[in-house]
């Protein structure tokens, strides 16, 4: 029998997905060491496009193009991400931790500002364009029966953005007893609120059911399909 690369990607394959459904018999070794080699090989991945998709041609390379340059110009502008870099990796040192906290700071700010400009304008604001444009009826004519099923929707989709937007309404205040609460028309609003938060994370989980459902299937005939051909070359 002639061992080919297929055959043994396919072994390899087989194996860990064994090792991974031992898992249903409870935590054991087999399973952690399929979840290292995983999680290493994932990590060492990741470094590596990392350091020769970012490191090199954004920090290496202009570094070596601005020192042959002899611009000093460049060269300063090249100093700030390479002190940024030297910073950071003086978080390996326990002692020197703290002089890579200016430039986490940095990151985090950048990256919350990011994350929030794109909250509004990648979601907020197409969920509230969405929902007024729902209400635009000339696709449908003049028919008044027409509208019926359309402004429905489009009422089920205001009023689950209104609510949904009321649920994540944080001002309370003080009562007698010392607690924080809501006033009551919030407190009413933001239950509907969760009625619509739980179906769209019901919606939400069902597709990941699914997700994981179809992989599992998947799995499953191909270790059928790796056996029934293991077995043909055989014989």
């Known amino acids: 029998m002639v061992i080919s690369l297929d055959l043994i990607g396919g072994m390899i394959g087989f194996l860990f997905t064994l090792l991974i459904f031992s898992y249903v018999l409870g935590d054991n070794p087999l399973f952690r060491i399929a979840v290292y080699i995983f999680v290493g090989v994932s990590s060492g991945y990741i470094a590596a496009v990392a350091f020769w998709q970012v490191i090199v041609p954004r920090l290496i390379y202009p570094s070596i193009s601005a020192l042959s340059s002899g611009s000093l110009l460049e060269i300063g502008l090249m100093l ?13 040192f326990p002692s020197l931790a703290g002089m890579g906290r200016i430039v986490m700071a940095f990151l ?14 990648g979601t907020l604001i197409p969920q509230v364009m969405g929902t007024i444009n729902a209400f635009d009826m000339t696709p449908f004519g003049k028919n008044i029966s027409d509208w019926v099923e359309p402004i429905s929707s489009a009422g089920i989709i205001l009023t689950g953005t209104v609510l949904t937007l009321v649920y994540f309404h944080f001002g309370a205040r003080p009562k ?21 938060i739980g179906i769209a994370l019901g919606a939400v989980f069902a597709g990941v059911y699914a997700a994981a459902l179809t992989a599992l299937i998947e799995r499953i005939s191909s270790l059928i399909n790796f056996i029934t051909n293991f077995i043909g070359n055989f014989l």
Not at 110 to 119: E, L
Not at 178 to 195: D, N, P, Y
């Open 80 to 92: 700030v991400p390479v002190l940024g870099s030297l910073l950071i990796l003086m978080k390996i």
């Open 108 to 121: 985090v700010g950048v990256g919350a500002a990011v994350t929030i400009a794109g909250a509004v304008i």
């Open 176 to 196: 007698a007893d010392g607690s924080m609460r809501r006033l009551g028309l919030i407190e009413a609003l933001a239950w509907g609120g969760r009625v619509f």
